[in-house]
């Protein structure tokens, strides 16, 4: 049966219309108009409000039933960024939004995001760039998704530049998009000649103006991914009575259990974040809404809303906004079949009572969902099976994480007689690195056994040696005078250097300083 809505403003994802009406037939729209659309034997909606395309959130990554979680909030299409394809494939078939996926990224060998979803297939080199896409395409994947990570202090491999240019290339070859999961400026400006199409993450470190003017001139789009925040202290998602309302009880205790998580001692500079965003949107790139859902304190389509706020907050209009998580994405990712208002598209549409080009926080006020003509059950999902088993991957993946950081975190060692400590043991790719107490490098990585062993042996002893310090252009060889956690007095060996008789103060952590003598650069 048809269904024709009318008495409504219409939003066709990129500027309010003058009409006022939507017919609705075999899955898409038919027409948009006045009161005339509506014909005998259609199933009439008198609307209010505002009527505009379905939602799309550009970056997620899929639990059972996110599909279902999503439409409930207005979201009729699921961007997936790293998902296993079984995954994929049972998302596909829940009856909620449409997914596209990326199906498994390619990553290093232990690189991000292994401890969520490992094992799965890596990528040693470029050598494997073709036989990777390849792979994926066969599992159905509608772009691909690179990651160029080091992991920040967890220091986890990545792909190199020259692997991330083969991929870019391969998936080109393949029909795909390349998406490239990076989070600083330097890391988005060195994948620029590789030719990624879009960053999944604007950076969350300060942009300069050449940096900003790179991307620009590059073509990339970016998706904001600012709702990230809200797993951190301040606003949050909770705090938002129209989407709380909507999560139930299950999701509610969820978010309110992630609010007093362990958090590090830094947390992300989010401010630099919202203003690379509206540095980006006043250089004319495109920027794109999408969530990272399911992220501590990111709900699956719930979220989607809060980005929006995020977006204006950053600087966009709430019209393109809106257009970020509609017409926009859709053209990026070549989604030609949605994202507006216009008749032979999919009748994806979400009805909100009030006005959010004006104000886009009302876009929460959802009054009614439209998926291929089809009005949503936006109730169904609370309480169901599908909500249980999202939660239950949810905290079996979080349990995964949890004991992920803890084998990567640094390990204390200490000297069993008056318990002094000694240095300690650091992650380094597979193997673990000892280092003193002040951060200075004793040996390459090894085993855990074979670096404690170092440390035990050397953690102390080695302070009188010579060390390298790499504080300016080069490394020079230097003499420990007095070691603290947090700064170290030295000596430069070179006796043309000018220094004072007592040395000088540096600090090891923004050096790098090793026993062993660097190999020429």
Partial sequence: MATTITGVRVFDGERLTEHTAVRLEGG???AVGGDELLRPGDQHVAGRGTLLPGLIDAHVHLLPGASRQALTFGVTTLLDM??????????????????RSSSIGATAPGGHPSMMYAPFPYVTGPADAEAFVADRVAEGAR???VLYDDGGPLRVPSLDVPTVAALVSAAHGAGLLAVAHVTTAAAAVDLLPTGVDVLAHVPFDPLTATQVAAIGEAGVAVIATLSIADGFPGDVLLEA???AGRLGPAWSDVLRRQAHRWLPPELPDFAAAARNVGLLYEAGVTVLAGTDAPNPGIVHGASVHRELQRLVAAGLTPVEALAAATARTAEVFGLADRGRVLPGLRADLLLVDG???????????IAAVWKDGVRADVDGYVGSAAERAGLEALRAQTEKVIAAVREMLPVTVRRDEDGEVLGHLRREGTGWQPVTVFGGVLAGPSSREEAEEVLRRDGLASLGEVWWVHSG???REARIQEARPDR???RWADPLVEQSPQGEWIDPRVVRIQRQRPEAE
């Fill in 473 to 475: 252009a080069e490394f």
């Fill in 28 to 30: 898409l729209i038919d």
């Fill in 488 to 490: 170290i007095r030295i």
């Fill in 241 to 243: 009575p129209e989407l």
């Fill in 355 to 365: 006005s959010p080009d004006v104000d886009v926080a009302e876009t929460q006020r």
């Fill in 143 to 145: 772009h691909l998704k």
């Fill in 82 to 99: 790293f998902s296993k394809p079984e995954t994929v494939r049972e998302a596909e078939a829940e009856g909620g939004a449409d997914v």
